[in-house]
């Protein structure tokens, strides 16, 4: 078809029927939800900011019925349905802001734009109230499955108006992913909110997955396990606690070889790349003072496998144990890892929930926590069995203060215990590094302590500083000072956490 007729055949469709919705930004993950809403009885209009995309597509993969093909914003806008629903699918950050400034003039009053994109939740909860002055709807909604999961059905997390949530709700409901018959979708809460939970899922994602590697580690280097048995350890794991994504994939990954015979993975440079979310929840963690430690060490992982130079002339000179689990027995060690990466990911998972938390109530969002796990069941990378029994606690404590202290998870972390120490012991005997599994552990036992040493550090503080400190045998909130040196005075610094 030559380009006049393709733009005939887009007139007429413009002209016979006004899309349900639209959908900005075609590359493989537009795309594929696209065609997921065509499929579930949508009528789309596309938009591409390169029109060469937009005539690939429409010439191709949207050459079906239900896909609008437009060449400019003004072609785009026209072609949908009042009130409007835009969806952004483009890179997060500036570009997101070029799209909605060019959108603003074009649109009318009550029309919703969503940004379907990873934005940072600060960046959405600036912009919704600035489209208000407009007149306009916004919402952040994270969309969480990857390419397969666009397509398919992913999980979907929107924040903003209630309202436009509504106006939002057949579409998401009808394309998002089903887990016994409920589709993976639910309003998160107000402005920002939405990718705020998305980031949490990134974060958790992130833990996951280093938590996977240290594992991985353990079994091929440790125990010095060859792909074949390395992948009946990984199915067998997908059958038990562990069953999820992440592993399956892992275990799909340990049955790929090339042409040549050689397992892809062991083709692959050792240097993980990162788009930000799991570093943006690490920050967010800081701001709020709550201590995600896991998914913190998860990033700084990635970062440490970037000095890839670095480690090389490293390992030429500093020495150390020799990586393998001397004296291991295999079997035996292979039963603790599932327990020590189950208990791992117990705790990954309290302290995203811990930050969700924190933030949801500062921010005043109606997050319901029990309803991000259920969500969180299908469609999303992170989905798991797990996340059924992360819905059960919530179901049964909505108020629940931590994950762990729920009865199902503080028992099978008791389950776990011994096991998972003698993991962590066994990896730091043989040099290999777990900063993910021993964060997990260093925070269990830190929050299970009634007391830690940090009457020692106010006592530093105060005796450097004059930052006083609270007495155990005093009301909570009376601050005291002692002149350690003697020639302090009575002076203090003003009180304060950090």
């Known amino acids: 078809m030559d380009p006049g007729a393709t733009r005939t055949v887009w007139k007429e469709t413009l002209v016979s029927k006004q899309a349900d919705v639209g959908l900005i930004?075609?590359?493989?993950?537009?795309?594929?939800?696209?065609?997921?809403?065509?499929?579930?009885?949508?009528t789309v209009a596309v938009y591409n900011r390169t029109t060469a995309v937009t005539d690939e597509f429409a010439a191709g993969r949207g050459n079906v019925d239900g896909v609008v093909a437009t060449r400019s914003l003004e072609e785009f806008v026209g072609a949908l349905e009042r009130p409007r629903r835009v969806m952004l699918l483009v890179q997060a950050g500036r570009a997101v802001d070029a799209v909605i400034?060019?959108?603003?003039?074009?649109?009318?009053?009550?029309?919703?734009?969503?940004?379907?994109?990873?934005?940072?939740?600060?960046?959405?909860?600036?912009?919704?109230?600035?489209?208000?002055?407009?007149?306009?709807?916004?919402?952040?909604?994270?969309?969480?499955?990857?390419?397969?999961?666009?397509?398919?059905?992913?999980?979907?997390?929107?924040?903003?108006?209630?309202?436009?949530?509504?106006?939002?709700?057949?579409v998401f409901e009808a394309v998002a992913a089903k887990v016994d018959g409920e589709p993976c979708v639910a309003w998160m809460g107000e402005s920002g909110s939405g990718?705020?939970?998305?980031?949490?899922?990134?974060?958790?994602?992130?833990?996951?997955?280093?938590?996977?590697?240290?594992?991985?580690?353990?079994?091929?280097?440790?125990?010095?396990?060859?792909?074949?048995?390395?992948?009946?350890?990984?199915?067998?794991?997908?059958?038990?606690?562990?069953?999820?994504?992440?592993?399956?994939?892992?275990?799909?990954?340990?049955?790929?070889?090339?042409?040549?015979?050689?397992?892809?993975?062991?083709?692959?440079?050792?240097?993980?790349?990162?788009?930000?979310?799991?570093?943006?929840?690490?920050?967010?963690?800081?701001?709020?003072?709550?201590?995600?430690?896991?998914?913190?060490?998860?990033?700084?992982?990635r970062s440490l496998s970037a000095l890839?130079?670095?480690?090389?002339?490293?390992?030429?000179?500093?020495?150390?144990?020799?990586?393998?689990?001397?004296?291991?027995?295999r079997e035996r060690f292979i039963v603790d890892l599932e327990q020590a990466l189950y208990a791992s990911k117990i705790v990954s998972y309290a302290q995203g929930y811990m930050l969700m938390r924190a933030v949801a109530a500062e921010r005043e969002w109606s997050i319901d926590l029990g309803a991000t796990a259920r969500i969180?069941?299908?469609?999303?990378?992170?989905?798991?069995?797990?996340?059924?029994?992360?819905?059960?606690?919530?179901?049964?404590?909505?108020?629940?203060?931590?994950?762990?202290?729920?009865?199902?998870?503080?028992?099978?972390?008791?389950?776990?215990?011994?096991?998972?120490?003698?993991?962590?012991?066994?990896?730091?005997?043989?040099?290999?590094?777990v900063p993910a599994m021993s964060a997990a552990l260093a925070f269990f036992d830190g929050y299970r302590s009634a007391r830690l040493p940090a009457n020692l550090l106010q006592a530093q503080r105060d005796y450097f500083g004059a930052h006083t400190y609270e007495r155990v045998d005093r009301p909570r909130g009376q601050f005291f000072h002692t002149d350690w040196i003697g020639s302090g005075g009575g002076v203090t610094s003003q009180s304060y956490d950090a």
């Open 25 to 42: 930004g075609l590359a493989v993950m537009g795309q594929n939800l696209v065609l997921n809403m065509v499929d579930n009885g949508f």
């Open 101 to 170: 400034d060019a959108l603003i003039p074009l649109l009318d009053e009550g029309d919703v734009i969503v940004d379907g994109g990873n934005s940072n939740y600060e960046d959405t909860a600036r912009r919704e109230p600035a489209l208000r002055e407009h007149g306009l709807r916004y919402l952040g909604t994270g969309v969480s499955g990857g390419e397969e999961g666009a397509r398919y059905g992913p999980s979907i997390m929107p924040g903003g108006e209630k309202e436009a949530w509504e106006r939002l709700r057949p």
């Open 195 to 301: 990718h705020f939970v998305k980031m949490i899922h990134n974060g958790i994602e992130y833990g996951d997955m280093q938590l996977i590697a240290e594992a991985y580690q353990l079994l091929r280097e440790g125990l010095g396990l060859e792909p074949e048995a390395l992948k009946d350890v990984f199915t067998r794991w997908n059958e038990g606690v562990l069953d999820s994504y992440l592993i399956e994939i892992t275990r799909d990954i340990l049955g790929t070889f090339d042409e040549d015979g050689n397992l892809v993975l062991d083709l692959i440079l050792d240097r993980a790349g990162q788009k930000g979310t799991g570093r943006w929840t690490a920050v967010g963690a800081l701001e709020a003072g709550q201590p995600v430690t896991l998914i913190t060490e998860a990033v700084f992982a």
């Open 308 to 329: 890839k130079d670095q480690r090389e002339r490293a390992a030429a000179v500093l020495s150390g144990p020799s990586g393998r689990l001397e004296g291991a027995e």
């Open 376 to 433: 969180w069941r299908g469609g999303c990378i992170i989905r798991s069995r797990f996340l059924n029994d992360i819905t059960e606690a919530y179901a049964a404590d909505p108020a629940l203060e931590n994950l762990m202290l729920a009865p199902f998870f503080a028992e099978a972390l008791a389950e776990a215990d011994a096991a998972w120490r003698r993991v962590i012991a066994g990896a730091v005997t043989a040099g290999i590094p």
